[in-house]
């Protein structure tokens, strides 16, 4: 008899060898569609990154030209246009008043 004990005890442990093999290669499964899920969702999610980001600049853009700083000083003066806030240098002469006659 020792060894029919034997033998079902063996039996019962590669049954439970089986089912152990089954509950492994479903797990195995189930991380497997779980990561294709992950790599989808980062995919996704850089995808909404970059679209955040490409917005964002586009903002501080539109908020610098409406809001920003703007230069009215001309550097150049256009030829024949006289500058109304051009101060005199000392490199400059004086100008000369003109003495009108009145007759």
């Known amino acids: 008899m020792p060894s029919g004990v034997r033998d079902i005890q ?3 442990l ?3 060898i089986s089912q152990l093999n089954n509950t492994i290669s479903t ?3 189930l991380i497997r569609s779980l990561q294709k ?3 989808e969702r980062d995919a996704k999610d850089s995808e909404k ?5 490409n917005l964002q600049a586009q903002l501080d853009y539109l908020k610098t030209r409406l809001f920003g700083s703007t230069s009215e000083i001309r ?3 256009l ?4 500058d109304l806030f051009h101060l005199q ?3 400059e002469p004086e100008p000369v008043p003109l003495e009108v006659e009145i007759h």
């Not at 030829?79 to 006289?82: A, S, Y």
């Open 75 to 77: 550097h150049e003066q």
């Open 37 to 39: 899920m992950l790599q």
């Open 14 to 16: 590669k049954d439970t």
């Open 27 to 29: 797990q195995n499964e």
């Open 79 to 82: 030829p024949g246009q006289l």
């Open 89 to 91: 240098t000392e490199d």
């Open 10 to 12: 063996l039996l019962e």
């Open 49 to 53: 990154d970059q679209l955040i980001a």
